[in-house]
């Protein structure tokens, strides 16, 4: 689960790490209100919060550009809040359509130091999953600001990594690993070691997948800040968390998405016209890629789970069938346990309650196939019978064209 | 012989008095599995009973290892309690914990992997279908099936196969057995990105086994598993070695119904890791339907 920039930069303050003083507002009469919170005196950051990465760089459908702007003066932050909030933002992530800004986080400009060279003094902090050896593992770089897999791609002697072992958790002299990669003395080093600290915490004790902090800032005053903060929780986690679970935004998920979950369906809308409908995560991915293969493009993602059960199939169609791009359906079940014949009279259960009017190829394999096979024959629906993947993807791509 | 658990292997069932380790407990008595004993904290002493079979309860897996002899573990026990499961088995010193359980907290299995480290007990899974060695019967009887999988599409023969998935699985199982080719053993290693043992363990297993003569390689996006076996099969394997590595068509960034399936990096694409299978000497299946093809163009049974 994604959580906006605010969100996570609140709850890391719960965790005492520090970040520029901010205040979150939905609405343009909240404008006024908020910014009086703030000093202004370095000028105020005006930053739109979606759950996508590459605002600054974005385009608003208006033409206006730059989800993320600094602000000299009270007047232009207002100005920016205005452009930005109820437009929709097109980043490198959100895809051709963009995503609606419903939020803005208005914070105090930070007073960024700079480095003998000239750059600004930025840093790049994150903690996630090493898949590799099962443990935390802390990523740093003196290259922040920047995307850390160019930062990889360009100089991987920059990045520094530092693997936390679970059985006794980070130990001080890993934070101090971290603090000497990344250059720091004095002072700043010993903020920097706190920093890690508790930030490893707070991966830990919230069930995190990934927090990352890109920038990390060096201020002028000599004070480290969580410029921008990126938190991601563990799906899987989120029942001991009902603090995490109350900061959910609906409005940045799929409503397909969410409808799906509720029939314990997992889907995933993609850009394609050939739907699917598929028993398992396994099957259902090969099944987007067979139908590729033959020249089709695939419209979702879509996994049943085990089951196949009528309820889920006729919710499984209601959902492909509100996807528009979609010119028919194929339907791949391996029955493995589940009776096929059952599966079939569910599939033709659901075909009937939908009025499905669209090509559908069915392919059945397993428990009691002859049965199935029957039941959808006898059926007096207009959907042909697939023998294997590769022969119903073929005959799915021959109904409905090649993408 | 097979890999992991052959015809005798005493198993038994954690969770099994709930309704999705119990339905699949019958499923394996069914099948001829030696079931051997049920733990649920709290009613050690009742009998799960089907089909003439009687199961003795018990609290802890340790009792139940003592008084059945019990030496691995299918565990259906919900996601919350799960990783506790597993470190009982560790406890008691099992051969073998396979977890079914869908949807364990990373940082529980983040903590248990660690423990387990230098213990005997070697853990399959999370979030995985099980493991099959087919039974010399009737649709494969008398075998050991641990877990989800559909027994009778398995057949006794000489292929071993192991993936992540579940229903892809069974795709090339089937798909072997219909063309009259069996199978020493089926190991779904599981979905998720932390888990007990890797592809590479299992090929190493096939690698050893007399009975296995060559293999089905599984995998999908996401991830290096599949490319630290590759590397090794090229080395090291001296069996013929088909691959299939579904997401091709997944989009970077999106986790495709697998916790552990989300591209991350240039190198856990589907591309990437196909280039790689075949730098490494394996036959890619070119659709899910090709795998036994796959198979059948680099070994002649």
Redesign the interface.
């Known amino acids: 689960m994604n959580i906006h920039e605010y969100q996570a930069k609140a709850l890391l303050e719960q965790f005492g790490v520090a970040v520029p003083k901010g205040v979150a507002v939905k609405a343009a009469s909240e404008f006024e209100a908020a910014l009086a919170k703030l000093d202004g005196a370095g000028g105020y950051m005006v930053k739109s919060q979606i759950h996508a990465g590459g605002r600054g760089k974005g385009t608003f459908t208006n033409g206006f550009k730059g989800g993320v702007k600094f602000s000299a003066t009270k007047e232009k932050a207002l100005e920016n809040a205005n452009a930005m909030l109820g437009n929709t933002l097109v980043t490198a992530q959100t895809g051709a359509e963009g995503r609606k800004v419903q939020a803005l986080y208005f914070t105090e400009a930070a007073n960024l130091g700079k480095r003998p060279d000239g750059r600004d003094d930025e840093y790049y902090l994150a903690i996630l999953l090493d898949r590799a050896t099962s443990r935390p593992v802390i990523v740093a770089s003196t290259e922040g600001g920047v995307e850390i897999e160019q930062v990889a791609h360009d100089t991987p002697e920059r990045i520094t990594k530092v693997q936390v072992d679970p059985a006794v958790g980070l130990q001080p002299y890993q934070a101090r690993q971290v603090a000497f990669a990344l250059g720091f003395k004095g002072e700043l080093f010993k903020q920097c070691v706190t920093l890690v600290t508790k930030l490893y915490r707070f991966f830990w004790e919230k069930d995190c997948a990934m927090v990352e902090i890109n920038p990390l800032l060096v201020t002028k005053e000599g004070r480290l800040l969580a410029l921008d903060a990126k938190v991601s929780f563990d799906d899987n986690a989120l029942f001991r968390h009902p603090d995490v679970v109350a900061l959910r935004d609906l409005a940045e998920e799929d409503p397909k998405e969410i409808e799906a979950s509720k029939f314990g369906l997992s889907y995933i809308a993609l850009d394609g016209s050939i739907a699917c409908l598929v028993n398992g995560a396994g099957l259902a991915m090969s099944t987007m890629d067979i139908i590729q293969h033959f020249g089709g493009k695939p419209a979702n993602f879509l996994d049943v789970g085990g089951g196949a059960s009528k309820e889920q199939v006729t919710a499984a169609f209601k959902i492909i069938l509100g996807d528009p791009n979609v010119k028919g359906i194929l339907v791949n079940i391996f029955g493995g346990i589940m009776d096929c014949d059952i599966i079939a009279q569910g599939i033709v259960a659901a075909a009937r309650e939908t009025g499905l009017d669209l090509p559908l190829v069915v392919r059945l394999e397993g428990n009691n196939v002859a049965a199935g096979k029957a039941t959808l024959a006898a059926s007096g629906l207009k959907l042909v019978a697939g023998d294997s993947m590769a022969d119903a993807a073929r005959k799915i791509v021959a109904l409905v064209g090649k993408a | 012989m097979s890999i992991l658990v052959h015809e005798k292997t005493r198993v038994l069932v954690q969770g099994i008095t709930g309704d999705f380790g119990g339905r699949h407990a019958k ?1 394996s008595l069914d099948y001829g599995t030696q079931v051997v004993a049920g733990v649920t904290p709290g009613k050690g002493g009742q009998v799960f009973e089907h089909a003439g079979h009687k199961v003795p309860i018990f609290d802890t897996v340790a009792e139940a290892k003592r008084q059945t002899g019990a030496e691995v573990s299918a565990i259906f026990v919900p ?2 309690f799960a990783a506790d499961a597993i470190l009982e088995c560790v406890d008691a010193d099992l051969d073998l914990a396979i977890a079914i359980t869908e ?9 248990a ?3 387990m480290q230098g213990r005997r007990t070697r853990l399959i899974g999370p979030n995985c279908p099980g493991i099959v060695t087919p039974g010399r019967g009737d649709k494969s009887h008398g075998g050991c099936r641990i877990g ?3 027994g ?2 398995h057949k006794r023969g000489r292929v071993g196969v192991v ?9 090339a199982v ?1 798909q072997l057995t219909s063309k009259g080719h069996g199978q020493s053993t089926c190991v779904g290693i599981g ?1 998720d ?2 888990n007990g043992t890797s592809h590479l363990d299992v090929i190493r297993m096939f690698n050893e086994d007399p009975e296995t003569e060559a293999i089905i390689l ?1 995998g ?2 996401g ?3 599949e490319v630290e076996a590759a590397r090794w099969i090229k080395e090291h394997c001296r069996k013929p070695v088909a691959g ?1 590595i ?6 970077a ?2 986790r ?6 989300v591209i991350g ?1 240039a190198e856990d694409t ?1 591309a990437a890791k196909i280039r790689i299978f075949q730098e490494c000497g394996i036959e890619v299946a ?5 795998m036994a093809d796959a198979l059948l163009r680099v070994w002649k049974p």
Do not use: C, Q
Request: charged content about 15%.
């Open positions: 499923l996601p919350p949807g364990i907290p990373v940082r529980d299995m983040i903590a992997k660690r423990a989800i999988a559909p009778y599409i993936s992540r998935s579940g229903t892809l699985t069974y795709e089937w979905g990105p932390v599984i999908e996006i991830g290096n598993a299939f579904a997401g091709a068509t997944a989009p960034g999106r495709m119904g697998h916790a552990g399936a990096g589907a070119k659709t899910p339907s090709d």
